[in-house]
Structure formats: structure tokens, C-alpha cells
């Protein structure tokens, strides 16, 4: 019996430290006004998830557009930069809290989230690119 304790005490003690090394690798959520001093005083990569109709009714200055929809998407995840901060935004926020998972699996150490995307960026008075 006290062995069976033993175990089940390790088992629990590796769940919990596994739990708490995945709950690090999520992103950041940024407010707009933050991200935007964000890409101004750093090198980062910013990623447009949206549609490549939607990225061009305007984008967000020097973002990529990365198709969060599309069949290739993961394979054109694996070809980026993993060495650089990692900024992601699509229009509400939903898209790319979902790609955060491919970004995170394909080594970014650090991924931010435009917090309500470019609707939220619009709202704040900030300004696309077309």
C-alpha cells in the first residue's frame, strides 16, 4: 500500500509540473496601443493569419500574411524564422489564438497576440496599410 502511495504521489507531481510547462507556451495577448509601441522599439515577426483577401483591405505595416485557413498552412509555419519574437494578429483574435499551437510546436519561444484584432487595432483609432 505505501508503495502504490509512492507511485501515485510521482505520477500527481509529474502531471502538475507537465500542466505548468504548457500553460508557459501560450501566447501573450497585447492592447493595441502596446503592440504598436511594441513593433516600433523591437525586431520582431509579425504574421497576418487572416485571408489573403482580408490582409489586402489592409494590414498592419510589415506583416506577413500566413493564411491561417489555408491547406498549408503548417508547412508554411515550419518555414519561418524561429529565432525572432513572434507577433500574430487576424481580425477578431480567434484565428490566431488558434495558430498559436502551430507557432508554439514549430519552436517560437515567444508568441504575442493582438488582443481583439484588427477590429480591436481599428477601434483604437490605429491605422492599416494597403
Not at 529565432?83 to 500574430?88: A, E, G, M, Q
Not at 487576424?90 to 508554439?104: A, D, L
Request: hydrophobic share 40%.
Amino acid at each position: 500500500m505505501k508503495k502504490l502511495s509512492i507511485v501515485l504521489f510521482v505520477i500527481i507531481g509529474f502531471s502538475l509540473l507537465n500542466c505548468k510547462q504548457t500553460s508557459a507556451q501560450q501566447s501573450t495577448l497585447l492592447e493595441p496601443k502596446e503592440m504598436k509601441e511594441f513593433l516600433a522599439s523591437n525586431d520582431v515577426l509579425l504574421i497576418d493569419v487572416r485571408t489573403p483577401q482580408e490582409f489586402k483591405s489592409g494590414h498592419i505595416e510589415n506583416a506577413v500574411n500566413v493564411d491561417f485557413k489555408s491547406s498549408d498552412f503548417s508547412e508554411a509555419v515550419q518555414k519561418l524564422d524561429t529565432t525572432k519574437t513572434l507577433v500574430i494578429y487576424c481580425r477578431s483574435g480567434r484565428r490566431s489564438g488558434m495558430g498559436t499551437t502551430e507557432f508554439i510546436k514549430a519552436g517560437f519561444d515567444e508568441v504575442l497576440d493582438l488582443k481583439g484584432g484588427v477590429l480591436n487595432w481599428q477601434k483604437q483609432g490605429l491605422e492599416l496599410v494597403k
